[in-house]
């Protein structure tokens, strides 16, 4: 069996760590299968695809590796609790994006949060980049940060009109990018949840809808103290 490699990085002024761990689950392809036998649909409005949860072993298999990240790079170390775990597939074309989709984001404000990507897709279809709010400097969202940047938002909309459509591909007038981890077939990334980011989509690629040849992941939503 190959062993996992990880590797820490830092990312822009704020030096939030990120956790990069390659060969990262120790069957891929029976994740791969469970991904084309789920019951992918929409779920809310934020995802731009499909999605389905994941069996517990999942859970099970991933957990030693991420509490030891958690305990090492973050410094959580009493509790550490999956809340969601899904296969997420990428559909959405760039015309049809929401506004907020062409946004970096937020998977939440509170403490303890933390968000990983785990790439299941052969070919590379879009990693993850992360990025700064110009405006305000704001690479990392908490509770005290998050009404001013809210503000900031609006502001910068208000002077500048939505973002044109299509997947976030580098700098914009509102966000500056800080790292980007390319996906490669069973990497995972490990970040804070409050840490802004969004999917690295090409915009020419037309995403396909099945599992089998499509940007499918793993997303992971956890609780860390």
């Known amino acids: 069996m190959t062993r996992p490699l990880v590797r820490v990085a830092q990312l822009g002024t704020e030096g939030e760590p990120i956790v990069i761990i390659d060969q990262a689950a120790p069957d891929p392809e029976r994740l791969i299968a469970q991904g084309c036998a789920a019951p992918l649909e929409r779920v809310g409005d934020n995802y731009p695809g499909l999605r389905a949860p994941v069996d517990r072993r999942y859970h099970d298999d991933i957990a030693p590796l991420i509490s030891a990240a958690a305990r090492r790079v973050f410094g959580y170390r009493d509790r550490l609790t999956f809340d969601r775990v899904l296969f997420s597939l990428a559909t959405t074309p760039p015309g049809g994006l929401a506004v907020a989709q062409r946004l970096p984001h937020v998977d939440t ?4 949060g933390l968000a990983m990507v785990h790439y299941l897709a052969r070919r590379d279809w879009g990693g993850t980049r992360f990025f700064r709010q110009r405006s305000t400097g704001f690479e990392t969202i908490g ?3 998050y009404a001013r940047y809210l503000t900031a938002l609006s502001d910068d909309l208000a002077r500048v009109g939505d973002p044109p459509p299509g997947y976030i591909a580098g700098e914009t007038p509102l966000f500056t990018p800080i790292g980007h981890v390319t996906a490669r077939f069973n990497r995972l990334v ?6 802004l980011h969004c999917a690295a989509i090409d915009n020419a690629a037309v995403l396909p809808a099945d599992p089998a040849t499509g940007r499918l992941t793993i997303a992971g939503f956890l609780s860390a103290a």
């Open 109 to 112: 404000v509170e403490p303890g």
């Open 143 to 145: 509770p005290d940060r």
């Open 190 to 195: 490990l970040y804070r949840s409050n840490l």
